[in-house]
């Protein structure tokens, strides 16, 4: 039996870090996609995964896990999926990613869900809600304390207003005349970490990061509107002062500052870190007639510049190939 599944990765437009603490944000799925392809083994019970883009291969078998493995997370979500669907074959799997690594665009929960649903797509319709909690234990070993919000985009698509452990409500995008352009420092940087940096400095001045906190809460609500009523304007200006609300809580670096000014001076409507921060992407919110300004502007600090095109698809399952009993298909 084989399976293949695809699941995008995305951009926070605002509020990663607030979200982890329970404020909203709010991300989108983008048209750049991780895809995991499965395929059973007879007469054994390991798990061999391989990635193609970090060159790295691994079996999981029940006398051997590695735990340091940078596979492992995709192992955990691979061996879950497979006991909901109660499977004992093997399972040789293989990931290929258009996402870039430890940028912020959420590569490690495209493939946590896009191999959830692919396991279970060889003995059962795929369920969204399970391919995402199952996605989301597999992000736990990545990030430590993720909120929950990469799996949820990555499951769903579209546009979504995030609250960790309440769920998400959908934003219908009025978006005309502009796009989206991401541009990558070169430095990658551990979610994880950043997360972990985060919420020792809210617990040492909780009094002070409180209102920003809250700040933060307003700001995406009021973003969420200004994007159904397409007032980018005010979208962009929003952005803006999220930039200056995660930098207040520690998490831009002098590299993320010379891109998201770049992008400005050029005429972005806004521009802000997006992702964990430390390194990673900016995202700039732009007319789609100073596209080409910015993207240069931004060529000059970035060797990674891209386009994001919002992708309103989320997990699916590109190919499923049976095999009867007397192998007959
Ligand atoms: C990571 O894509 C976004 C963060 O808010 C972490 C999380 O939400 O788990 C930094």
Do not use: W
Request: proline letters at 3%; charged letters at 20%.
């Amino acid at each position: 039996m084989k399976s293949i599944a695809s699941a995008p990765g995305k951009v926070i437009l605002v509020g990663e870090h607030f979200v982890v603490e329970g404020k909203p944000a709010i991300a989108m799925a983008v048209n750049l996609r991780a895809r995991v392809s499965v395929e059973t083994i007879d007469n054994s019970s390991d798990i061999i995964i391989r990635s193609k883009e970090l060159k790295i291969e691994e079996t999981f078998s029940s006398k051997h896990i590695n735990e340091k493995s940078p596979l492992y997370p995709v192992y955990v979500a691979a061996s879950l999926a497979r006991q909901h669907i109660s499977l004992e074959k093997g399972l040789d799997i293989i990931i290929t990613s258009e996402l870039p690594p430890a940028a912020g665009m959420g590569s490690s929960a495209a493939v946590a869900v896009a191999t959830a649903a692919a396991v279970i797509a060889l003995r059962k319709k795929v369920d969204r809600n399970i391919v995402s909690k199952i996605a989301y234990e597999a992000e736990k070993i990545v990030h430590g304390k993720p909120s929950g919000i990469d799996n949820t985009i990555s499951t769903y698509g579209g546009a979504i207003l995030y609250i960790k452990e309440k769920g998400f409500t959908r934003i219908n995008l009025n978006l005309k005349n502009v796009a989206l352009v991401l541009a990558d420092t070169g430095m990658p940087r551990s979610t994880g970490k950043m997360v972990a940096r985060v919420r020792k400095l809210k617990a040492r001045y909780s009094s002070v990061l409180d209102p920003i906190y809250k700040s933060a809460e307003i700001l995406a609500y009021e973003v969420a509107k200004a994007l159904e009523m397409g007032d980018v304007k005010t979208v962009g200006e929003l952005m803006n002062i999220n930039h200056g609300l995660l930098s207040a809580i520690g998490v831009s670096t002098i590299e993320l500052e010379h891109l998201v000014y770049a992008a400005r001076n050029a005429g972005a409507l806004g521009a802000k870190l997006t992702g964990a921060g430390g390194g990673g992407l900016i995202v700039a919110l732009c007319y789609k007639k100073d596209l080409l300004n910015i993207e240069n502007a931004l060529s000059g600090y970035s060797k990674k510049v891209y386009i994001a095109n919002i992708s309103r698809r989320g997990v699916i399952i590109e190919h499923k190939h049976m095999h009867s009993m007397n192998g007959v298909e």
